[in-house]
């Protein structure tokens, strides 16, 4: 070895050195559990941060005072309906609708949403006996399902089936609706709680998804023997957050988790890498500036004029080839006010007289603001906690819009 790719190699050995020496891992092992059996083998990684306990009070009067602060806001001075186009018009230039299809684009269906939840009674509709016996008994039933589940669970080493076998929060969401539908008549309220009835069954189990990337996160940036694992159990770890992201319907990667259970994670985990890797590079001239790299799944850019980080995974939105914005350092609160607009317009998407397929293409919009976007934050979520950021964390735990979450 010459003494230039020496000198490179000791400079690359200390950055790497003093980085982890910098790093706060008190956030990962006042979270992250590791249950060994009596021979010492790893079994189970929980998350001491998410509770077993379940009510749906937390996001009853969430999503309440959320829909009374769009009312208020709807009823104030200025031009509300400008105000929610400007939080779409550049990202959604190509697609929503310009001149004289103006009326025609997503941004005004948006719009058309949100107005027509201005004069419902939100009052009445949470106060109905009949409403709250509806949310009492879905209660019951996805507090047994979550104990079934165990909810803290993110990884079972030992049995590659495990989260495949225990698909129960969905099957509880399919009773609920079916309920709702024959207890409640009223339109206002049969609206409101089949929403809120899907918006609980997605943010009990997006919990798992965004706890299991801040896992990934650690995973990837610190060396496994800080962490207290070895090189094989952090295989395995990864290979069942993967396995617990099979489709119910795919068998057949089931049985390849099982057959390759030492680097089914591991594969995955660096073939997403690669992915999206290259589509960064292809779009990398689009920015400003490239920052830092923060992890897997996240990069700091400058685009126009701001710094941001940005979501490597997924895209604005469905009809964007920008990458989604997960954090803007220089106006933090966008994210979460663009995000609070589309899950309400979710809503009242239901009270607007549309053609079903019409519905279903604008609530596949209005979902991919967000959906996916936030699964993956909890890597973005690590990253700032393992660095001591205080401001971004505070900021992230409220841009989930998840009342569940007990970061």
């Not at 069954?201 to 965004?210: A, K, M, P």
């Not at 920008?322 to 954090?327: F, G, K, P, W």
């Not at 976007?373 to 979520?381: M, T």
Request: net charge neutral; proline share 3%; hydrophobic share 40%.
């Amino acid at each position: 070895m010459g003494t230039k790719q020496k000198i490179w190699s000791l400079l690359v050995l200390l950055v790497f050195s003093v980085s982890t020496l910098a790093q706060d891992l008190s956030g990962f092992k006042n979270r992250f559990q590791f249950v060994r059996d009596d021979q010492g083998q790893l079994e189970l990684v929980k998350d001491s941060s998410i509770r077993m306990a379940f009510s749906i009070r937390p996001y009853l009067e969430f999503i309440k005072d959320s829909l009374q602060r769009e009312q208020a806001l709807m009823k104030s001075k200025g031009d509300y309906d400008q105000r929610i186009r400007n939080l779409f018009d550049r990202e959604n230039e190509n697609f929503l609708g310009y001149g004289d299809q103006k009326q025609d684009g997503q941004a005004q269906i948006v719009v058309d949403s949100l107005r027509a939840l201005e004069n419902v009674d939100f009052d009445k509709v949470f106060s109905d006996p009949k409403f709250n016996d509806v949310m009492a008994k879905f209660e019951f039933k996805l507090r047994d399902a979550l104990n079934q589940l165990d909810p803290t669970v993110m990884a079972h080493v030992q049995n590659p089936r495990f989260f495949y076998q225990k698909r129960v929060t969905y099957q509880v969401l399919t009773w609920g609706l079916n309920f709702a539908k024959k207890r409640l008549s009223q339109l206002p309220i049969l609206n409101t709680a089949s929403y809120v009835l899907v918006r609980v069954e997605e943010l009990v189990r997006q919990r798992r998804n965004f706890h299991q990337n801040m896992l990934l996160h650690y995973l990837e940036q610190v060396p496994e023997d800080q962490l207290g694992l070895s090189h094989e159990e952090v295989n395995h770890i990864m290979s069942s957050i993967y396995e617990s992201r099979i489709p119910w319907y795919a068998f057949w990667e089931s049985n390849a988790a099982v057959a390759n259970w030492d680097q089914f994670g591991t594969n995955k985990f660096f073939t997403d890498i690669r992915t999206y890797n290259n589509r960064f590079r292809r779009m990398s001239s689009t920015f400003d500036q490239v920052g830092k790299r923060l992890n897997y799944a996240f990069q700091d850019v400058n685009r126009e004029g701001e710094k941001v980080a940005v979501n490597l995974f997924n895209t604005q939105h469905m009809f964007s080839r920008d990458l989604s914005v997960a954090y803007n350092y220089d106006n933090p609160g966008k994210t979460v006010r663009t995000r609070m607009v589309v899950q309400l317009a979710e809503l009242g998407l239901s009270f607007v007289p549309l053609p079903s397929f019409i519905k279903g293409l604008a609530e596949d919009f209005l979902q991919s603001f967000y959906k996916q976007q936030v699964l993956i934050e909890g890597a973005l979520y690590g990253h700032f906690e393992i660095n001591g950021d205080q401001d971004a964390l505070r900021m992230m735990k409220i841009q989930i819009l998840n009342p569940f979450e007990t970061l």
